[in-house]
């Protein structure tokens, strides 16, 4: 499976620390470094992937941009990409346990989230019953470190509603309704139904967990992927 990571400090840096917390990784395509990102504003606005009030900072403009970036990416090359944040980890088995599950999903399928750093909402029973998973990542950093040499076996469930990103592989189709769904991307409070809270809009990943209802998402339980 091809990666494409995102990283805010430099690439060289980001380099040895993937490498060193996910031995197992095969192939690569992209390590992107948020400094080092050329976009103006003006031009992220100027193409509607923003409202023009938006309130991200230029760090979550710049990392939201190269979500897009990727989703068209998967779009012009009209196979699946894969993104992942910044501090993920990997199980040992990521690459095997990913491509069965792929070829268990419903040809149609969206969006797939190897992992997730907040609770989710997903459904049994071709998403007939919803239920909400409760997780968490506050285990010690050693912990977390031996999550690499772990061979992990996951399922894919519907996913209706989740928070944050770490990891996920888009289609091409997954791709087209991301960007006809999320941009422009606006102000917005939503209600985050596992915790019953309103939420503020303040990072993609919050742009994303509000549509995964209207689309063919799913999340791997348990992860194959987590954030240290």
């Known amino acids: 499976m091809n990666c494409n990571i995102i990283k805010k400090n430099e690439i060289s840096s980001s380099l040895v620390n993937f490498t060193v917390n996910n031995g197992t990784i095969e192939e690569r395509d992209v390590i992107f470094s948020l400094e080092n990102q050329k976009v103006s504003k003006e031009y992220l606005f100027r193409n509607n992937f923003f409202a023009p009030d938006l309130n991200y900072g230029t760090d979550e403009l710049i990392r939201a941009y190269l979500h897009f970036y990727v989703w068209e990416m998967a779009i012009k090359k009209n196979e699946p990409v894969s993104l992942f944040e910044d501090g993920v980890i990997f199980c040992k088995n990521f690459h095997e346990e990913s491509r069965r599950i792929i070829s268990k999903l419903h040809p149609d399928w969206d969006v797939l989230l190897w992992g997730h750093d907040s609770d989710i909402i997903f459904g049994l029973g071709d998403g007939r019953m919803p239920i909400v998973g409760y997780f968490t990542n506050k285990s010690p950093n050693a912990d977390l470190e031996r999550f690499s040499g772990r061979n992990v076996a996951s399922s894919a469930f519907q996913l209706l509603e989740a928070s944050g990103v770490i990891g996920y592989s888009v289609s091409a189709k997954g791709a087209r309704a991301l960007l006809r769904q999320c941009t422009p991307i606006k102000n917005s409070v939503d209600l985050f139904k596992p915790s019953g809270k309103y939420v503020?809009?303040?990072?993609?990943?919050?742009?994303?967990?509000?549509?995964?209802?209207n689309m063919q998402s799913y999340s791997c339980i348990p992860p194959l992927c987590i954030k240290k």
């Open 200 to 213: 503020k809009n303040a990072s993609i990943g919050h742009v994303m967990g509000c549509n995964y209802v």
